[in-house]
């Protein structure tokens, strides 16, 4: 009883500092998005769910990438890479066995990519693939995908957002 309230309570919290951190400007956003991955993080470990714990690791490198000045081919290669070899791991370790956990992976890779390239399209199709994902394992029984389900859909809609924002003009565009 105590692990799946301890469990809750982690997730709550993680997915609250998570989706509160999104919103805080850029600058700002490190300290509450390594605090909520990192409970997220602990939950997964607690559960035995690997491909949650791969995300997880995935968004740590690209956030510690975010945080590096420069350095802009170390910010394309690094999380490709470290995309690779989450899927790698799954793999060797039998993770990969079903058209879902395929699903999550390709979600995985595909939001490392994004770490990449930066394009709103490439985190929309991330957080849906990892969202399809999450909602399966919700079918299947791992209620702890519902925390994983409710960012991404979140996730999904911010890249929306992005994706379909009017450019602001500059001050040359707007006659000043």
């Not at 009883?1 to 500092?17: D, P, Q, R």
């Not at 299947?140 to 929306?160: E, P, R, T």
Request: aromatic content about 16%; charged content about 10%.
């Amino acid at each position: 009883m105590f692990e799946v309230v301890l469990v809750l309570l982690l997730g709550t919290f993680g997915m609250g500092v998570i989706c509160y951190g999104i919103r805080l400007p850029l600058e700002k956003q490190f300290w509450p998005i390594f605090w909520g991955a990192s409970a997220l993080t602990v939950i997964a470990v607690i559960n035995r769910h690997w491909t949650f714990v791969a995300l997880e690791v995935v968004l740590f490198i690209g956030l510690f990438l975010g945080e590096l000045k420069g350095r802009q081919r170390l910010k394309f290669f690094v999380p490709l890479a470290s995309g690779v070899v989450a899927l790698i791991v799954l793999y060797y370790f039998g993770q990969l066995n079903t058209l879902d956990s395929w699903i999550g992976a390709a979600g995985l890779f595909v939001l490392a990519l994004g770490f990449a390239v930066k394009h709103p399209m490439i985190y929309f199709l991330g957080s849906v693939l990892l969202l399809v994902y999450s909602v399966f394992g919700i079918i299947a029984g791992v209620w702890i995908a519902g925390f994983w389900a409710v960012l991404n859909a979140v996730f999904a809609v911010l890249a929306l957002k992005l994706l379909f924002a009017k450019p602001a003009k500059s001050a040359a565009q707007s006659g000043a």
